[in-house]
T-cell receptor, first 113, second 113 residues
Framework: GEDVEQSLFLSVREGDSSVINCTYT??????LYWYKQEPGAGLQLLTY?????DMKQDQRLTVLLNKKDKHLSLRIADTQTGDSAIYFC?????????????FGSGTQLTVLP | KAGVTQTPRYLIKTRGQQVTLSCSPI?????VSWYQQTPGQGLQFLFE???????NKGNFPGRFSGRQFSNSRSEMNVSTLELGDSALYLC????????????FGPGTRLTVT
């Protein structure tokens, strides 16, 4: 079955690094995503990683994928107050349902000044 | 390039009524997916349309339906509204079937009283 799990809350100081973790269960997942949602807004695609990659870096964002443990993490370097939001991890499966995303429950990131 | 647009942004309906929500994908995108977001159930996949055909459907009752037009715009309809249908309905567009990048609109906030 499909299940994506995330911790609900994370609080960091401005300037520190944030690490948001996610575990998934479907080993056939093709792509894994990180989305950001600010209050009253839709979902913003931050980054994604293909399942045959271990790491992807995009400016302040680093995604690490451990396929063996089915663990995905998002590291935000030099976290700013504007990074405060809910972060969703999502997976999509190979073929047919390639664009059906299964989301985690979201991690509320609070950045303290 | 304009993003995904959804109308209306907010809607209040009464139990038993029906509602139609609209989504215009990013120009050139031909695939549209719909998701429901509630505090209790999180983000759940409703359905996906590509080339005016429903390609995939989530686990929702038949009261939830949708369609896609030749210009890729999509509508979803909910009949016989229930209190539990109160949610943020999000539309996502992607370039074509098999494309892994999905871009979300701001959502329609539906309140059923």
């Amino acid at each position: 079955g499909e299940d994506v799990e995330q911790s609900l809350f994370l609080s960091v100081r401005e300037g520190d690094s944030s690490v948001i973790n996610c575990t998934y269960t479907d080993s056939s997942s093709t792509y894994l995503y990180w989305y950001k949602q600010e209050p009253g807004a839709g979902l913003q695609l931050l980054t994604y990683i293909f399942s045959n990659m271990d790491m992807k870096q995009d400016q302040r964002l680093t995604v690490l994928l451990n396929k063996k443990d089915k663990h995905l993490s998002l590291r935000i370097a030099d976290t700013q107050t504007g990074d405060s939001a809910i972060y969703f991890c999502a997976e999509s499966m190979r073929s047919g349902s390639a664009r059906q995303l299964t989301f985690g429950s979201g991690t509320q990131l609070t950045v303290l000044p | 390039k304009a993003g995904v647009t959804q109308t209306p942004r907010y809607l209040i309906k009464t139990r038993g009524q029906q509602v139609t929500l609209s989504c215009s994908p990013i120009s050139g995108h031909r695939s549209v997916s719909w998701y429901q977001q509630t505090p209790g159930q999180g983000l759940q996949f409703l359905f996906e349309y590509f080339s005016e055909t429903q390609r995939n459907k989530g686990n929702f009752p038949g009261r939830f339906s949708g369609r896609q037009f030749s210009n890729s715009r999509s509508e979803m309809n909910v009949s016989t509204l229930e209190l539990g249908d109160s949610a943020l309905y999000l539309c996502a567009s992607s370039l074509s079937q098999g494309t892994y990048e999905q871009y979300f609109g701001p959502g329609t906030r539906l309140t059923v009283t």
